[in-house]
């Protein structure tokens, strides 16, 4: 992380627990900012749970990334916004494993430098990611689909003789009220709406317990009533982790985000509230005029 990035990112953390501080009435007490890094933590100490610096690639001369720089905080819901095209579901690839830049930095937190991981490695460190079209188990019930994607030993032995304690229960349940889904707990996933295909997967990446969230398009395909309520489920949902949401559904977008960024040919085009992105001529002009 270069030094303008650390001390930007320092200040952003700060000003966040003084408010914090402010309304929990801790009376301006000043929280202990540098603490001893845990093994296997993710450390946001710089204000930073993830960044890309300087990210390209290119697939046979297109470029589809091109010197793409980007922040999350934690805590954060960032929505990405930008026509077809634009570099958006390759950023995510390259923020997963799935694709390696031909140069630039990605970092998870201040310490994990994600280019020197696989893509599996990336998912057990906290990564957790959606797809446009759902993927669920169809043949087992919403509860089995929630139990196989608890974050425990797959090996075969331990697969084997696997029991669900009372803590595992715990919180499959507070997932399953979380997804909306708990009067349909022994309901088989394929006959789920498609709505509720969508809930059920973002569940299973819950049972990960992600530090980060990254949804491609997650109201793709549903009504009215279900947007509504997936709007609700990813603000209650970010309280404990990071979130970053592609979709063109700027209704939905400007219910949920805490800030928006505007992608176009692999860089970003603009960055801020839905407001200043909406009235942003550039913006305008190659993405939202059209």
């Not at 301006?28 to 603490?35: H, I, Q």
């Not at 980007?70 to 819901?77: H, K, N, T, V, Y």
């Not at 603009?270 to 005029?289: C, T």
């Amino acid at each position: 992380m270069t030094p303008d990035l650390m001390e930007q990112g320092t200040r952003r953390l700060q000003a966040r627990q003084d408010k914090d501080m402010q309304a929990d009435g801790s009376g301006g007490r000043s929280a202990a900012f540098a603490r001893v890094a845990t093994p296997g933590e993710v450390d946001v100490t710089h204000g930073r749970i993830l960044y890309l610096e300087d990210v390209s690639v290119s697939f046979d001369g297109f470029k589809a990334i091109n010197s793409l720089s980007l922040d999350i905080a934690p805590g954060e819901l960032r929505c990405i916004i930008g026509p077809n095209g634009a570099g958006k579901t390759t950023m995510m690839d390259i923020i997963t494993g799935k694709t390696r830049p031909d140069a630039g930095t990605v970092f998870f937190g201040s310490t994990i430098d994600l280019l020197r991981h696989k893509e599996a490695e990336i998912a057990q460190m906290g990564i957790g990611r959606k797809f446009q079209k759902p993927t669920v188990f169809e043949q087992l019930t919403v509860f089995e689909n929630l139990e196989l994607a608890l974050k425990t030993d797959k090996g075969v032995k331990a697969s084997m003789f696997f029991r669900l304690d009372s803590a595992q229960g715990d919180r499959l349940a507070e997932v399953l009220h979380t997804i909306h889904l708990a009067d349909s707990v022994q309901r088989l996933a394929g006959t789920l709406s498609h709505g509720q295909k969508q809930w059920l997967e973002i569940g299973m990446l819950l049972m990960q317990e992600p530090e980060l969230l990254m949804l491609d398009e997650p109201i793709a395909g549903m009504s009215a009533r279900e947007r509504e309520l997936t709007a609700d489920l990813l603000k209650r949902i970010c309280k404990n982790r990071s979130m970053i949401v592609i979709e063109h559904d700027m209704a939905f977008v400007a219910q949920i985000a805490s800030k928006v960024t505007v992608m176009h040919q692999g860089k970003i085009l603009a960055e801020g509230s839905m407001d200043e992105v909406q009235n942003n001529p550039q913006v305008i002009d190659v993405y939202l005029g059209h």
